[in-house]
């Protein structure tokens, strides 16, 4: 079975920076493109961020400036560096291709920021 493993999460002030990694099986990463996907309590999943394959990446406006996609496909692991974290960041990080497919989604990891 395909399998996507987030990490990276946790607890950080406004201002701080975590960097998140997303483990994929060889059979996902061979997708053209993968995606950064965030879930707020009570709200739609939403696109973060993409990458394909080549490295060409696109971001949502409320993330550009602020966190990095990048990929490293010798190791087949998708990361995401966020920077300057604001409260309202707060939310599950997950990943899967671009587009998604319904039976990628993994339990994601958690990004809690505090003001």
């Known amino acids: 079975q395909a399998q996507l493993v987030e990490s990276g999460g946790g607890l950080v002030q406004a201002g701080g920076s975590l960097r998140l990694s997303c483990a994929a099986s060889?059979?996902?990463?061979?997708?053209?493109?993968m995606g950064w996907y965030r879930q707020v309590p009570g709200k739609q999943r939403e696109l973060v961020a993409s990458?394909?394959?080549?490295?060409?990446?696109n971001y949502a406006d409320f993330v550009q400036g602020r966190f990095t996609i990048s990929r490293d496909n010798a190791k087949n692991t998708v990361y995401l560096q966020m920077n300057s974290l604001k409260p309202e960041d707060t939310a599950g990080y997950y990943c899967?291709?671009?587009?998604?497919?319904?039976?990628?989604w993994g339990q994601g990891t958690q990004v809690t920021v505090s003001s």
């Open positions: 990458i394909t394959r080549g490295g060409t990446t």
């Open positions: 899967n291709t671009l587009p998604p497919r319904p039976g990628y």
């Open positions: 060889r059979s996902i990463f061979s997708i053209n493109a």
